[in-house]
Each structure stands twice: as C-alpha cells, then as structure tokens.
C-alpha cells in the first residue's frame, strides 16, 4: 500500500514535472546526461542571450567524448503572441555530420531536461533512423571548462548511440562510425573484408568462440575449458568497426554477471574494449 | 480510498507503459481525427504506409473548411539502428515548409490513438513567435460500402459486422 503511496505521487509529480512551463534562462548552463554510461550524448552547454540559444553537444566516445559542435536552437512558446525569453517552452538544435542529422527537442523536467533525439541517416547506408530518451541534470560546479574536451579520433554525434554512428560527426581527426574502417567496413556497417568467426584469445585468460554472420556477432568465452570459474554469451551488432553488445554469464561457471560491451574492430584480428559494464574483465582479444 | 488508489495506480502504470512502447508503421497507418474537436490547430491526418515508408496528409482549422496542408513524406524512426522499422517503428516526423512557416510533426503512438508534437517556426521575420502545440489523434470511424448501399459503420468493427448482419437478414440483436 506504501508503495501505491509512493507510485501515485511519483507518477502526479512526473506529469507536473513535464507539463510545465518555461523561460529561456532554464534551458541554460551546463548539463550532463543523468546516465552515466549513455552510450549517446554525455552533456550539453546552453548558452542563452534574450530569445536566441546555441546548443553545445558532446557524445560519448572513447578515450574523450566527441565534440559534436555548437548550432543555433530555435525557440518555441505556447502561441505566436508569447514572449520567448519568459515563456520557451521547447528549444530544438539540429546537428549535421553529413551523414547523418540529429534533431534534439529539448524540453525542461522538473529541474533538469529531457532530450529526445531524433537520427536520421542521409548517407544511403541503410541503417534505420531512430529515436533515443535522455534526461540531463544541471552540472553542479560550472567551472568554465568544456564538458566534453578535445574531440577525440572517435566517433561523432550520434556517435555512440546505440547502434552507433552519429550526427555531429565533426570529430576533428576522427573517423565517423559511417565512415571507413580499419578493414574496409562499409558505411552502413557491414563488414567487406572483416571475418570475425574463429577461435580468439583474450587478456581476461579466456578462450572465445565467435560467430559472424552479416552484422550480428555472437560468441560463447569461457576461462577454462574444465571446470570454468565463468563462461558467457554475448551478442552485438557491428556498425562500422564497433561493435555494440549485451554479453552475458551462464551457469556453465559459477559467476553471474552481465553487461554491454562496446568492441572496437582494429583488425581482423584484435578486437579492443570501448566501454564495458557488469565488471567484464577483458580488454582486448587477438587469434 | 484504497481501491481508489489502486485504480489509479494501475491507471498510470498503464498510460506509461502504452505510451513507452514501440508499434508497428501499420499502427500508424489511416485517418485520424483531433480529440478535441474545437482545436485551432491541426484537426485531421490521413497516414500512408508501403514498406518502410510513410506519408502524412494534414488539415489545419479553417472557416469555412478546413485547410489542406497536403501530403508529405515522413521520416520513420525506430529504436535503434538495426530495427526493422515495418516492424519497430517509434515515431514519424513530417515537416511541412508554407514558405512563411515550417511545422514539424513528431507522431508517436500513445496507446491506439496517437500523440502529435507540432512545433511551428517562422521564416518571414514577421516577429511572431515560433510556438509549439501537442494534439492527441483518434482513429476516425469506418465507412463501409455494402451491396445494398452505404451503412454508416461506427468503431470497433465488432458493432459495424453486427449491424451488417441485421440489416441484410433482419435479424436483431444477440449472437
């Protein structure tokens, strides 16, 4: 009965929390993503001057998170007659890689913000569009530093979303999950020339059976072929040379655990660990 | 009260697990009326689906019909970018460009009706401000032909197949 309690108001405040309205300046400041392992986007910097916005997005990647880049956002009130600056209730901000576009409809929840991204790929690759949920929280210290820092040589915008790719592509120096790969992956992410079935070895001290077909890899790892400590199962999908992944353990050992794994393909015969949840302990798999 | 309380609980775990999950395009396929009937903004969408692809017809309110906005081709997106969006869709976008406006539609599923974000921005720097809007659409009662002429058929078919069968054997009521 507490917890009826406890659901209803939950629930009674969640509607407030988004029926609200708004003025410009509470979209503005630094925010980070309430999720700290989103595979999407990590922060976002608004900067906020009478009616007009500029949205600063950063998405995840490995080994800093890719800079996607500043647009302008537009603002949107409840009617033609309102006055922006006090009365915005959504702003949205479209990022272009090139590739790929990602609009964002930014609306405020509660003291934070939900962010409902929306990719859609121009490049022909065949992936689908799709659409992705965050919630983002005022970051305490603002401390005038960037969120995301120096984009790194990873993925862009969309970046790490599921799935993959992404919008602001931007990267400096970085290739774009649409783009090429190490091994002659194609944009839409099915591997040409890459064949990951085979047995790999991997620093965890486990043995990996893997199976490629198209872009679905599966495998089956054990630590010893008798009497294992832990054995897993995992399946990803290849987009690019990432691999994106939920793993498993099974009862074959002793251990439970599971995850996601994020793998990138460096070669057709090393695969190295992006981002790893559920206490996975490998990191890179060589045959 | 606790019954109350129960029924409501059980009334917004519903609203949001219909509102959370993803459809089929078919789902959004047919036309489809405003709620609210005394809406100033868009009051019907016709949606069509062939494969992967989708396309949004759209009336806006005026006097003394309503407006014809047209059709457009509309984005379809799913979860994530291996889903099969015949099969996974989650939302449409159809964007609309007046020359003086744009309007975007985001059109979601919200359990068998669906729920539509429209968000209007001006390009003629008239100084109006851009506005958003949400409307929540209801699939519009079904008009069948029959061989003996037209038969009003109201919502859910169930009613319409019963009438059907009165009408054409004279026979009321029951099973």
Same mark, same amino acid.
């Given at each position: 009965m507490r917890l009826l309690n406890i659901c209803v108001m939950a629930a009674l405040l969640l509607m407030l929390a988004c029926s609200g309205q708004a003025s410009m300046s509470q979209f503005a400041g630094t925010w980070s993503n309430t999720d700290p392992a989103t595979r999407g986007i990590t922060s976002l910097q608004i900067n906020v001057s009478g009616s007009s916005a500029q949205v600063h997005a950063w998405g995840s990647c490995h080994p800093t998170d890719c800079d996607w880049g500043s647009v302008q956002a537009q603002a949107f009130a409840s009617g033609v007659s309102s006055n922006i600056a006090s009365d915005a209730s959504t702003l949205i901000a479209v990022f272009n890689s090139g590739f790929s576009e990602t609009t964002l409809v930014i609306t405020p929840y509660g003291s934070g913000l939900q962010v409902d991204s929306y990719d859609r790929f121009l490049d022909g690759s065949g992936r689908s569009n799709?659409?992705?949920?965050?919630?983002?929280q005022k970051q305490a210290a603002p401390g005038g530093t960037s969120p995301g820092g120096a984009a790194p040589g990873g993925t862009s915008p969309g970046g790490a979303a599921p799935g993959g790719t992404s919008p602001g592509g931007a990267a400096p120096g970085g290739t774009?999950?649409?783009? =090429?790969?190490?091994?002659?992956?194609?944009? $839409? +992410?099915? /591997?040409? !020339?890459?064949?990951?079935?085979?047995?790999?070895?991997?620093?965890?001290?486990?043995?990996?059976?893997?199976?490629?077909?198209?872009?679905?890899?599966?495998?089956?790892?054990e630590q010893s072929p008798s009497n294992p400590t832990w054995t897993n199962v995992m399946?990803?999908?290849?987009?690019?040379?990432?691999?994106?992944?939920?793993?498993?353990?099974?009862?074959?050992?002793?251990?439970?655990?599971?995850?996601?794994?994020?793998?990138?393909?460096?070669?057709?015969?090393?695969?190295? =660990?992006?981002?790893?949840?559920?206490?996975? $302990? +490998?990191? /890179?798999? !060589?045959r | 009260m606790n019954d109350r309380m129960k029924m409501t609980a059980a009334l917004l775990l519903l609203l949001i697990s219909l509102s959370t999950c993803s459809a089929s395009l078919s789902q959004f396929a047919g036309d489809w009326t405003n709620a609210d009937s005394n809406t100033g903004g868009i009051t019907n969408l016709s949606i069509s689906v062939s494969g992967s692809s989708a396309s949004v017809h759209a009336w806006g309110r005026c006097h003394p019909t309503d407006c014809d906005w047209g059709t457009v081709s509309a984005y379809v997106f799913s979860a994530d970018v291996s889903s099969d969006p015949v099969t996974q869709a989650q939302a449409l976008m159809a964007v609309y460009n007046s020359g003086f406006s744009v309007t975007t539609l985001f059109i979601k599923p919200q359990g068998s009706s669906l729920s539509v974000?429209?968000?209007?921005?001006?390009?003629?720097?008239?100084?109006?401000?851009?506005?958003?809007?949400s409307y929540k659409f209801n699939r519009k009662a079904t008009v069948q032909l029959s061989a003996s002429g037209l038969l009003a058929g109201v919502a859910p078919i169930q009613g319409m197949k019963r009438l059907q069968t009165s009408i054409l054997t004279g026979k009321q009521g029951g099973n």
């Open positions: 799709y659409i992705a949920s965050y919630t983002f774009s999950p649409g783009g =090429a790969a190490p091994g002659g992956t194609s944009p $839409g +992410g099915a /591997t040409t !020339t890459i064949d990951l079935t085979g047995v790999w070895n991997c620093d965890d001290g486990g043995k990996y059976y893997v199976r490629q077909l198209g872009t679905t890899v599966w495998w089956f790892g399946q990803g999908t290849v987009s690019g040379n990432i691999i994106y992944a939920d793993w498993s353990d099974v009862p074959l050992g002793s251990v439970m655990s599971s995850g996601n794994l994020v793998l990138q393909i460096v070669s057709n015969n090393q695969l190295t =660990a992006i981002s790893k949840t559920g206490g996975f $302990g +490998g990191s /890179t798999w !060589t | 974000q429209s968000y209007t921005a001006f390009q003629d720097s008239s100084g109006r401000s851009n506005y958003a809007s």
